[in-house]
């Protein structure tokens, strides 16, 4: 499992308290299923997309947090919005959204080799080890 504090991303710190509410989590009733999408994140074992990203800064802002790109993703998928578009827009708009994201805004729409875009095939090659078919 990868460090909490690890440089090569920013910061992601699911339970940071804000001012208002006193916690993300608190955004959301018991039971959303937002709620369960980061709670099987929290449970996945993603060191293989960790392991892609090499060490150290090659200038520009630092990727996302993986395990906040899975949420998003996974998110997004279970409410139909898989475009890189409506995820960026609900990051800002829609309160689930905004706790899997830890209230952070990102461009995800970036064509080529966008956050999303070297991402999602990150994690497509990632779901391909997993079964069997990957290097």
Same mark, same amino acid.
């Given at each position: 499992m990868p460090r909490m504090k690890d440089n090569r991303f920013r910061p +992601?710190?699911?339970?940071?308290?804000?001012?208002? !509410?006193?916690?993300?989590?608190d955004w959301l009733p018991e039971g959303h299923p937002a709620s369960f999408v980061r709670? %099987? %994140?929290?449970?996945?074992?993603?060191?293989?997309?960790y392991d892609a990203y090499a060490p150290g800064s090659k200038g520009g802002r630092p990727p996302c947090? !993986?395990?906040?790109?899975?949420g998003l993703l996974l998110?997004? +998928?279970c409410v139909g919005k898989p475009s890189s578009r409506k995820i960026e827009t609900a990051t800002y708009?829609? %309160?689930?959204f905004r706790v899997l994201a830890t209230d952070q805004q990102t461009r995800l729409r970036t064509s080529g080799n966008g956050t999303s875009t070297r991402?999602?095939?990150?994690?497509? =090659?990632?779901?391909? +080890?997993? =079964?069997g078919r990957g290097p």
């Open positions: +992601y710190e699911p339970g940071q308290s804000l001012l208002l !509410p006193p916690n993300l989590n709670d %099987v %994140v929290a449970g996945l074992d993603l060191c293989v997309i947090d !993986p395990r906040m790109m899975t998110n997004a +998928y708009e829609s %309160v689930p991402f999602r095939g990150c994690s497509f =090659r990632c779901s391909e +080890y997993a =079964r």
